[in-house]
């Protein structure tokens, strides 16, 4: 009984002098790895545009369905993306996702990104599902993407396999 204790006293002992590998949540927030997928962001272009096209990919490669998106063509009067059409709903089932990346990798124009957001617990079942509202970045948050229909449309060999070097680099708040 007694050595069992001087043992525990002993491992104790050779861990007070090191630095502590919990941290003080929710004080303190964890640093979380460059490749970390959180929640989505949709994205705007350096234009403010939205890179969404309403293309669809991300829906279709969704394993656990839980992308739901209505398309809409842009007009001249009312312009939302880049390309021909946008998203005039998009939304995320939180409740169904499994947070695999598929719908970013499958992404042409990499409107969908996933940021490093991970709080997103709630007691109501309604708040997992996030819309488009929430997961469209602020207008004044811009960034520059080479997306295919800048190009007016060309999506030759050369073009694509740009764009999947860039998507493969890890990139800041992805
Ligand atoms: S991360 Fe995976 S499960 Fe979640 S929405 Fe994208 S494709 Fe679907
Ligand atoms: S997020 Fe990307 S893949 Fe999904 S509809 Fe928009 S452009 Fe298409």
């Known amino acids: 009984m007694i050595k069992e204790i001087l043992k525990g006293l002993v491992i104790t002992s050779k861990h007070l002098g090191r630095k502590p590998?919990?941290?003080?949540y929710p004080e303190v927030k964890k640093e979380m790895p460059p490749r970390f997928r959180g929640r989505h962001h949709l994205r705007r272009d350096e234009n403010g545009l939205e890179l969404c096209i309403g293309c669809h990919m991300c829906a279709v490669v969704c394993p656990a369905d839980a992308i739901y998106l209505e398309a809409e063509d842009n007009t001249e009067e009312e312009r939302h993306s880049g390309g021909e059409r946008f998203a005039r709903v998009y939304q995320i089932d939180y409740l169904r996702c499994i947070f695999c990346g598929f719908c970013v990798d499958a992404c042409p124009t990499d409107a969908l990104v996933m940021g490093k957001e991970y709080e997103m617990s709630s007691y109501q079942r309604k708040d997992f599902v996030y819309r488009k509202e929430i997961l469209l970045d602020p207008l004044e948050q811009k960034t520059e993407v080479k997306a295919f229909y800048h190009n007016n449309g060309d999506t030759d060999n050369s073009s694509d396999s740009?764009?999947?070097?860039?998507?493969l680099k890890p990139k800041e708040g992805k």
Not at 21 to 24: A, G, Y
Not at 162 to 167: Q, S, T
């Open 162 to 167: 740009k764009l999947n070097e860039e998507k």
């Open 21 to 24: 590998t919990t941290i003080e």
